[in-house]
């Protein structure tokens, strides 16, 4: 990560405000800067458009985008009510969104906030869950993942099983700092008859389930063809996946503990307990 993305991504993290309910929210104008919108107006304008995203989604935007009037100073010493809005981080997620991607700042913001939103989203649905429970619901959502990311690559021109394979080594060498599918495997300690994935406790597999829904996400969305440049975005959305991480100060995926049980282990255990009850 250059030194200007580490900025931008700490930024992200600094802005960041608790309220009196101890729940985070950022300020519509110090986001505005930090993603390099010179006009309120301009800015305004794409909050509109991630407003109208958070209606579709059939969340409720009072909840997302709280207005709030605040008092600045001016230079003469006087000061006057400004316009500013609370934003969740689904609201910053929807915001980012929307904005131009072309610009680095959008695109690290894309997947900063895109990661939280997640990584929320997980929280809150495996609160009660036991580790166990967590890897089989995130190990099944990234088979369904792949399969839609096996499809979108084809489209982008990775036609054979061979092709797919180095594709989805350069997804593993942007995630794993260079490491491939045999290097992971080798580093887990691993039989060659077992699955990397099926090996992997929950926190790895979100981050593994996350490259695969972004890479598949972005070889739709920018229609990219040719296996080259296929190859190319799988590894930095990889890559960008391990930055955020890194910037959070979170474990790297090829540091984190392989779990004495594998996924096959554990639904065996979980079929033979339904098979005890009935």
């Known amino acids: 990560m250059n030194d200007i993305s580490k900025f931008r991504q700490s930024l992200f993290e600094q802005i960041k405000k608790t309220n009196d309910y101890g729940m985070e929210y ?4 110090e986001l505005q800067s930090a993603l390099d919108y010179s006009s309120w107006q301009m800015f305004v304008r794409i909050i509109r458009k991630a407003m109208l995203a958070c209606t579709n989604s059939g969340a409720d935007v009072d909840d997302h985008f709280n207005q709030v009037i605040k008092m600045v100073g001016l230079g003469s ?7 500013d809005i609370e934003l969740s981080r689904y609201a910053c997620y929807l915001i980012v969104q929307n904005g131009d991607s072309s610009k680095e700042v959008i695109a690290l913001g894309q997947t900063y906030f895109a990661l939280q939103t997640r990584k929320q989203e997980i929280t809150d649905d495996f609160e009660k869950l036991d580790e166990d429970s967590k890897r089989l619901r995130i190990r099944q959502d990234l088979k369904n993942h792949n399969k839609l990311l096996v499809v979108a690559a084809k489209d982008a021109g990775v036609e054979t099983s061979l092709d797919y394979g180095i594709f989805q080594n350069y997804g593993y060498m942007g995630l794993y700092g260079g490491l491939k599918a045999k290097d992971i495997h080798t580093k887990k300690g691993l039989k060659p008859s077992q699955d990397i994935l099926d090996n992997m406790g929950s926190t790895e597999l979100a981050a593994n389930l996350f490259r ?5 996400d972005k070889l739709r969305r920018e229609q990219i063809k040719g296996k080259e440049k296929a ?4 590894f930095e959305v990889g890559k960008k996946v391990r930055q ?9 995926p090829e540091d984190l503990p392989t779990p004495t ?11 033979k307990k339904l098979n005890i009850k009935k």
């Open 26 to 29: 950022w300020s519509a104008r």
């Open 77 to 83: 010493g006087a000061k006057r009510d400004t316009i």
């Open 212 to 216: 695969a829904t972004q890479t598949e």
């Open 231 to 234: 190859n190319k975005t799988h």
């Open 244 to 252: 955020t991480i890194q910037e959070l100060n979170g474990t790297m």
């Open 261 to 271: 049980k594998s996924i096959k282990q554990i639904e065996s255990d979980k079929n």
